[in-house]
């Protein structure tokens, strides 16, 4: 007979099979890291930038977050006024789960928290969030549009397909009923499901939709702009590349195939990306952008705490 601590062994790994993983995956990737390069030659990179440029790039993540944060307040402004702190706390813990955590298991925490923090019903939190995730998706491809219309020999046709794209959200909301009447007419049963959530997640009007549409477009412009100026700054060349490592490790980040914490899949994103926007195939070059993805993926992660232990201190002063 077992007695109930060994009984309880099971169900214990179970419940933390997850934060394991998580934890598994990290140690082994920063083995890797040691064994492959050593840390102090990966850090040795932050040297040659300066405390100053760090701690600036730092202050303008951190800020994006306040910014996701006010996107949500609007978006859900009966439930969450007064209480803008609460929220924060509540994006920061989500956007933290949401890197730890794999294959994006952490966004199923922003509709958990949302009901028990401002009761917000699980389908709405849910619908809000997938309409926000398209956007987010959204500005990001806009984003990696610029830089193929600039690299593009019909510059003429290609910056206006890509103001065609641009628009593509507000004409998508403008025509939305009858394109969702459509969808439920021609749509497999299983799809129309989908649809609906989609609905039930847009803004209440065009003014919430334009607020929450141009937010989303200035976060991500303002975090890509970061990103492209570290990798410039770690000698990732030419600008074309730092541009292109930085749309590809956000999209890493959005897709489904994202590992815990991101290690590998992230600065796996940016090296493809800086490869496709014309990074060196030279050795040297190469080994110069594996380490600066690294350390782009670590500034990622400590914006990502701060942020985090920010939410927790003003949400408990203002407790």
């Known amino acids: ?24 995956v990290v140690v082994a990737y920063a083995a890797f890291i040691e064994w492959f390069w050593g840390w102090g030659s990966i850090l040795a990179q932050w040297g040659k930038v300066g405390v100053f ?3 600036f790039a730092l202050v303008l993540l ?22 803008f702190a609460a929220l924060f706390r509540v994006t920061q813990i989500h956007n933290l789960l949401n890197i730890m955590m794999p294959f994006r298991t952490g966004e199923t925490s922003f509709p958990v928290l949302m009901r028990s923090e401002f009761g917000i019903p699980i389908a709405r939190g849910t619908s809000a969030l997938f309409v926000m995730r398209l956007l987010d998706l959204h500005a990001l491809l806009v984003a990696a549009g610029v ?17 065609a794209f641009l628009v593509l959200p507000v004409i998508g909301f403008a025509l939305r009923r009858p394109l969702i009447r459509f969808a439920a007419g021609v749509l497999p049963k299983k799809v129309q499901g989908l649809v609906h959530e989609i609905e039930r997640g847009l803004p209440v009007d065009a003014g919430a939709f334009a607020r929450a549409w141009m937010t989303t477009l200035v976060n991500w412009l303002v975090k890509v ?75 990622i992660i400590v914006s990502s705490l701060i942020g985090t232990a920010l939410g927790l201190l003003v949400s408990r002063k203002r407790n």
């Open 225 to 299: 702009a970061v990103l492209v100026w570290a990798l410039s700054l770690m000698n990732v060349s030419p600008l074309s590349a730092s541009f292109g490592g930085a749309l590809g490790g956000e999209l890493s980040s959005v897709l489904p195939v994202h590992a815990p914490g991101g290690v590998g899949t992230y600065p796996a994103g940016i090296t493809a990306g800086a490869i496709a926007f014309g990074a060196s195939g030279k050795k040297a070059a190469l080994d110069n952008l594996a380490q600066a993805s690294i350390n782009t993926h670590l500034l």
């Open 147 to 163: 830089g193929l219309a600039l690299a593009s020999p019909h510059r003429a046709l290609a910056w206006v397909l890509w103001a």
């Open 62 to 83: 951190t800020g994006t977050y306040f910014l996701r944060t006010w996107r949500i307040y609007d978006y859900f402004p009966k439930e969450t006024a007064g209480h």
């Open 1 to 24: 007979m077992k007695t109930p601590m060994v009984a309880s062994r099971p169900s214990w790994f179970i419940r933390n099979r997850m934060t394991l993983l998580t934890l598994s």
């Open 53 to 55: 440029p760090i701690i």
